[in-house]
């Protein structure tokens, strides 16, 4: 684990919701003292200066602004957890449909707290789907937060999984397909995930982990613009329980 990220923070009642209407933590359902099943912290900068400040500084603030930049603004950031034993994963998606923006120039960093094994659920990617299309996330009117398995079905022999120790990183297109599987280890996988955008970009629809930090520029100057690359794409839903782990469920159902 990264140096200072083991360090407790002192939680109280008001820090138990974000700016979001949802509830901070994201557990896994099933979850009990038995066996723990938090899946996700949301917006933990807002209670942790180690997060805070990892967020504005970390090396992967400088990647990005090399591939997208110079200007960069933050859009959100969330720890995801896959604790042993729990049924958390992600079926196949891209994040732009759930934040579209003005252009694509969109990135999510992903921090590695704990070793990322091929037991334990890493990302798995199909490099190089960043350039092709946006795929719809809504099936037979609700928004499931996934794409059609056919879509990646006949692609299955080029998916990559993205391992590595505590502390490295791995950067995604917020257009690349990509998914995770339940952790079968015992160890745990914990990630913590930011999402950066192109200063001359602005949000399409709500943001759904808003933060203090949201929109802040933490590299390069404002330019006063916005760029504007066409596509067609639906608005996603905003997820009426605790995240888009309950959309893909089939929680927003009914």
């Given at each position: 684990m990264p140096a200072g990220l083991k360090k407790?923070?002192?939680?109280?009642?008001?820090m138990a919701k974000p700016l979001m209407v949802c509830p901070r933590f994201d557990l896994q359902p099933g979850h009990s003292a038995e066996t723990p099943g938090l899946r996700r912290?949301?917006?933990?900068?807002?209670?942790?200066?180690?997060?805070?400040?990892?967020?504005?500084?970390?090396?992967?603030?400088?990647?990005?602004?090399?591939l997208i930049g110079p200007g960069i603004r933050l859009h959100h950031g969330k720890v995801n957890s896959k604790l042993p034993g729990t049924a958390t994963q992600m079926k196949w998606h891209q994040d732009?449909?759930?934040e579209p923006m003005t252009n694509d120039d969109m990135i999510t960093c992903l921090l590695f707290i704990d070793d990322v094994t091929l037991e334990n659920g890493p990302h798995e990617v199909l490099p190089g789907k960043h350039k092709g299309s946006t795929h719809s996330h809504w099936h037979d009117g609700v928004f499931t937060g996934a794409v059609d398995d056919a879509i990646t079905d006949?692609?299955?022999?080029k998916i990559v999984k993205c391992t590595g120790g505590g502390g490295a990183a791995c950067l995604i297109h917020a257009n690349l397909l990509h998914a995770s599987a339940r952790n079968l280890s015992d160890q745990s996988r914990r990630l913590y995930i930011t999402a950066c955008y192109a200063e001359d970009a602005i949000e399409?629809?709500?943001?759904?982990?808003?933060?203090?930090l949201t929109h802040v520029l933490v590299r390069g100057e404002a330019s006063g613009r916005v760029r504007c690359t066409p596509y067609?794409?639906?608005?996603p839903a905003v997820?009426?329980?605790t995240s888009f782990f309950a959309q893909q469920?089939?929680?927003?159902?009914?």
């Open positions: 407790d923070v002192p939680m109280t009642a008001a912290v949301q917006s933990p900068e807002e209670v942790s200066q180690v997060f805070a400040q990892t967020r504005r500084n970390a090396k992967t603030v400088e990647y990005c602004a090399e732009f449909p759930f006949a692609q299955r022999d399409l629809s709500p943001n759904h982990l808003p933060c203090t067609k794409m639906e608005l997820p009426k329980a469920e089939g929680g927003d159902i009914g």
